[in-house]
């Protein structure tokens, strides 16, 4: 079992930063995929951003060049500092890992992008 907890979230104005930090306890050792996923209101979830465990990275494209996903292994931190935030980036960030046998997500966290 992988617990997750996420934070960082708020309001920002529109070419703002914010950091999002998503600890996670339990079987660690299982996982070989971690990333964040978002859902603004109405829509469906999306992949924003991911990394494994070999340290390769995937993104969005409307992220891309803007949004950074990194781990911190001694701390079992996972981070996404988004820079240049737009007001389309609103919306619940969940973090996320993934397993072999089975996916885990945090409770969610809400930015709020204002122009």
């Known amino acids: 079992q992988v617990h997750l907890v996420e934070s960082g979230g708020g309001l920002v104005q529109a070419g703002g930063s914010m950091r999002l930090s998503c600890v996670a306890s339990?079987?660690?050792?299982?996982?070989?995929?971690w990333g964040w996923y978002r859902q603004a209101p109405g829509k469906q979830r999306e992949l924003v951003a991911t990394?494994?465990?070999?340290?390769?990275?995937n993104y969005v494209d409307s992220v891309k060049g803007r949004f950074t996903i990194s781990r911190d292994k001694a701390k079992n931190t996972v981070y996404l500092q988004m820079n240049s935030l737009k007001p389309e980036d609103t919306g619940v960030y969940y973090c996320?890992?993934?397993?072999?046998?089975?996916?885990?997500w945090g409770q969610g966290t809400q930015v709020t992008v204002s122009s």
């Open positions: 996320y890992s993934g397993s072999v046998l089975r996916d885990y």
């Open positions: 339990g079987s660690i050792f299982i996982i070989n995929t």
């Open positions: 990394t494994t465990r070999g340290d390769s990275t």
